[in-house]
């Protein structure tokens, strides 16, 4: 199906009141764009999926891989897109992507980057790993706009234009299991 490679998910989130974007691995390498949208911190959801974000100015040796400050700020949970995964990683995921709303970044030339922006979450094509996440997120931190994971899960749906037909796999079953099992054993701790 023919989408756009990104899409506004939800908008007043952490103690900001920032947006979370969902995309797929163009979207994610696309820094023009994300800067334009004022995006300050991505999470790529995707084990099998790499974006290097070093600034352009690193030093890069054929020998090494390229390393330095980044142009965003960058969070990264190893998902695989079907069976395969832990619970834990559903609840690691949960905190990266809280994380990435509220880590303060100290005003020194060594973290050169904003802490207040915006959130782009992504995998390979921004249909499974990162809805899986971004549902268990929103169920949990705006329980009163989605009371369940099914309806975090049908907003995405929605707002990241994924067709009906796609919706069986968008997210896999195992990973809409995974994140119920994450659900009570958050609901356990807190």
Not at 19 to 46: K, M, R, S
Not at 157 to 176: A, D, G, V
Request: aromatic share 6%.
């Amino acid at each position: 199906m023919e989408r756009d490679p990104m899409h506004l998910i939800a908008d007043g989130l952490g103690p900001d009141k920032t947006a979370l974007y969902i995309g797929d691995a163009d979207a994610a390498a696309n820094i023009e764009q994300l800067h334009q949208l004022g995006i300050v911190a991505v999470l790529n959801c995707a084990v099998n999926l790499n974006v290097n974000y070093a600034a352009p100015d690193v030093v890069k040796n054929r020998h090494h891989a390229a390393y330095g400050p980044g142009t965003l700020r960058t969070y990264k949970l190893g998902l695989i897109d079907g069976p395969g995964n832990t619970v834990g990683q559903l609840i690691a995921g949960y905190y990266l992507l809280k994380s990435a709303f509220e880590q303060r970044m100290p005003d020194t030339p060594s973290y050169p980057l904003p802490s207040a922006g915006n959130v782009l979450i992504h995998c390979r094509g921004g249909r499974s790993r990162s809805v899986i996440i971004a549902a268990l997120f929103l169920h949990r931190e705006c329980s009163d706009r989605f009371v369940t994971l099914e309806t975090a899960i049908d907003h995405i749906r929605q707002q990241r234009q994924l067709h009906p037909s796609e919706w069986h796999e968008t997210p896999k079953p195992m990973l809409i299991e995974l994140a119920m099992e994450a659900i009570d054993a958050l609901n356990q701790w807190h």
